[in-house]
């Protein structure tokens, strides 16, 4: 490791996989072996818990965050915080040879070599994947822990600069059981989806809740950011087959894998599975061929008008856009697509409304009102695709909390 490390030259930017694919033995190194820098610099995106490496901001560890989440929030407060406003397509060009976030140095998490030969980045492809046929250095922990993913994630035993032999266990993301609210989300979001759909789900118990009402769905397909834990039960109850994709027929394909041990264990050189690089997974072009294409994802609140905000409650960063903007135009563009952005319809303990008249001043817009399709709520569904403006707020403040539906509307919400 020290070895390994000490290859690492002052001022290096160095890429970070992130969600469960973070190379803890490496990030735990950089923090053990920091006086050896004065400065560096850590990209990543979504990640779920701070970094050792943020307990000590500016000395010398800086962060560049590609999707910021509550975990970046020491940095930001130390002002040794960037944030980059783009969405999961564009994090390859930012970090190619020629791209303004160029990578130096690629710390990421392989699994033991397979019969072939050949390593896996198992649950991480989609961006990493790409970082690591790019960066000019890539160290890598031979983690046995790492399941071995067909597709983009293999590499061969060259494209690894170093290796270093660690066991720890992955990080895990356990979605929690879903409740009534969830519940009602869920069934309500499933009616909207058709069989044959090719799906695409984003991170969080809402998105999952809806993975958990097609049951009687058949033939459903997956081409997205990852697989998770919810996958499974589809995969084996027969109802997500693949057999209706346009591309890729029968199989799964994704950027990554995100979940708990149990998934992990269910890709591990499971063939159904085939790993891409994010222009694939996430590419306009390639998403706007799926027929029946239907991203799901969710929202911290929804204007009037259609604007989603993804990304930020009040003062407090969430998220960034990730690839819900990606999936967003891809599913307007396929043919027999949608997008779904399903949420709860209150906050606070039911003291805000998710619904609002407008967004407030300074807070993003990850989908434009005019990509906007179907919002849902535990109280139904707003169909907005090709709906005007003048008749946007009624839809949604029929599927606002009633307690707040007198509310929100009036002629300045079509002025704005």
């Known amino acids: 490791m020290t070895e390994a490390l000490a290859t690492i030259v002052d001022g290096s930017r160095l890429y970070i996989p992130s969600i469960c694919a973070v190379p803890s033995a490496l990030v735990d190194g950089l923090v053990d072996e920091r006086e050896r820098w004065t400065r560096l610099e850590l990209v990543a995106d979504y ?9 000590h901001p500016g000395d010398p560890f800086w962060a560049t965050s590609l999707q910021p ?24 060009r930012l970090m190619a040879p020629a791209g303004p976030l160029a990578v130096d140095v690629a710390l990421v998490q392989v699994s033991s070599p397979g019969p072939e030969g050949r390593f896996s980045l198992g649950i991480a492809a989609g961006a990493t994947a790409d970082v690591v046929r790019s960066a000019a250095r890539v160290i890598a922990e031979v983690n046995p822990q790492m399941p071995y993913t067909f597709g983009a994630a293999e590499c061969h035993r060259d494209e690894f600069d170093l290796l270093v032999e660690v066991e720890h266990p992955l990080l895990e993301l356990a979605v929690p059981q879903p409740d009534d609210v969830a519940t009602a989300i869920g069934l309500h979001a499933a009616a909207e989806i058709a069989d044959g759909s090719v799906l ?3 991170i969080g118990a809402i998105p999952e809740s809806v993975l958990r009402a097609l049951g009687m769905h058949t033939d459903l397909g997956l081409h997205g950011g990852m697989v998770g834990d919810a996958v499974i039960d589809l995969v084996e109850s027969g109802v997500m087959t693949g057999a209706r994709k346009s591309l890729d027929t029968g199989l799964l394909v994704a950027a990554g894998v995100i979940g708990t041990r149990r998934v992990f264990d269910w890709v591990h050189r499971n063939r159904a599975l085939l790993t891409v690089g994010s222009r694939y997974s996430h590419g306009v072009p390639v998403l706007s061929r799926l027929e029946r294409f239907c991203a799901i994802n969710s929202a911290i609140e929804v204007a009037l008008d259609g604007a989603v905000n993804a990304e930020v409650a009040g003062d407090r960063v969430v ?12 599913a307007d563009l396929a043919p027999g697509g949608c997008s779904i952005v399903a949420l709860r319809s209150t906050a606070a303990g039911g003291r805000r409304s998710r619904i609002v008249d407008r967004l407030g001043a300074g807070t993003p817009t990850t989908i434009p009102r005019y990509l906007s399709d179907r919002i849902v709520t535990e109280h139904g569904v707003a169909r907005l695709r090709d709906v005007p403006l003048e008749d946007r707020p009624a839809a949604l403040c029929a599927v606002a909390h009633p307690d707040f539906r007198s509310t929100l509307g009036g002629q300045e919400v079509l002025d704005t």
Do not use: N
């Open 200 to 202: 695409q789900f984003g």
């Open 319 to 330: 998220s960034g856009p990730g690839g819900q903007p990606d999936f967003a135009i891809g």
């Open 47 to 55: 990640l779920i818990d701070p970094l050792p490496a943020f307990d």
């Open 69 to 92: 989440t509550a975990a970046v929030a020491a940095m930001a407060a130390a002002g040794a915080l960037r944030r980059f406003p783009v969405s999961y397509a564009q994090y390859a």
